[in-house]
């Protein structure tokens, strides 16, 4: 089973608290700081599943999961959203713009794993309603 996880993140501290935990959950990680490596990172890695933080320089994370949507070999990857906007209308972006679920920070080091390990290929069926 492919556990490499793409982690697009430009905060240091947000990177290093997720990459602990899912490598200590038995992923690898890989990383990119902003929209154009995560693009070009994105269509050579074969990540399992892409962590997207949204408040990124440059492109922000909408224009990201738009673009990483429109690579042919991704059109099956989970995109999970990451952002610390708390509003309901950016969940509703995060989605029309191709992520499949949106995560909240701070990232909670107790449910971090297990709401990433939900959304992998091959896991959905335990999802609930
Ligand atoms: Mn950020």
Redesign the pocket.
């Known amino acids: 089973m492919n556990r490499k996880i793409l982690l697009v ?3 240091e501290s ?1 990177r290093y608290l997720a990459t602990f935990l899912l490598e200590r959950a038995g992923f690898t990680v890989v990383h990119a700081p902003d929209g154009s490596a995560a693009l070009a990172l994105a269509a050579t890695a074969d990540p399992a599943l892409i962590l997207l ?5 440059g492109m922000d994370g909408y224009a990201v999961a738009r673009a990483l949507r429109d690579l042919p070999a991704l059109g099956a990857v989970p995109i999970i959203a990451v952002t610390s906007y708390a509003m309901t209308g950016d969940r509703e972006k995060a989605l029309e713009a191709g992520c499949n679920t949106y995560l909240e920070k701070p990232i909670n080091p107790e449910t971090f794993v297990a709401e990433v390990t939900r959304h992998l290929p091959g896991t959905e069926a335990k999802e609930t309603p």
């Open positions: 993140e430009d905060n947000n933080d949204i408040q990124l320089p």
